[in-house]
Nanobody, 117 residues
Framework: QVQLVESGGGSVQVGGSLRLSCSVP????????LAWHRQAPGKQRELVAT???????NYADSVKGRFTISRDYAKNTVNLQMNSLKREDTAVYYC???????????WGQGTQVTVSS
């Protein structure tokens, strides 16, 4: 199966930072929109940040000003820099690529982010 691969998750205290990375196949990386989602226990998966092929990235209001999504063209990765982390950021984070009417075509397996006091 064609899947994206996340890394960089872990445990951090409130106010700390983490940087997530997601390896994306070359044929997808530069031609499709990329995104990070997250799913907390008992909650629906939510879109955190999107970086389109062209144009400016978009962020959920809950992370705006704290998270930054970017592409590393040298490594074919989409990254999520997370600063000023809050307990409510605790979730499994998933990267995704290629939005369609049915949803995102490609997904990673997820990486756990735990933020504690």
């Amino acid at each position: 199966q064609v899947q994206l691969v996340e890394s960089g998750g872990g445990s951090v205290q409130v106010g700390g930072s983490l940087r997530l990375s997601c390896s994306v196949p070359e044929r997808i990386f530069s031609t499709e929109s990329l995104a990070w989602h997250r799913q907390a226990p008992g909650k629906q998966r939510e879109l955190v940040a999107t970086i389109p092929q062209f144009g400016t990235p978009n962020y959920a209001d809950s992370v705006k000003g704290r998270f930054t999504i970017s592409r590393d063209y040298a490594k074919n990765t989409v990254n999520l820099q997370m600063n000023s982390l809050k307990r409510e950021d605790t979730a499994v984070y998933y990267c995704a690529a290629s939005p369609t009417i049915r949803g995102w075509d490609y997904w990673g397996q997820g990486t756990q982010v735990t933020v504690s006091s």
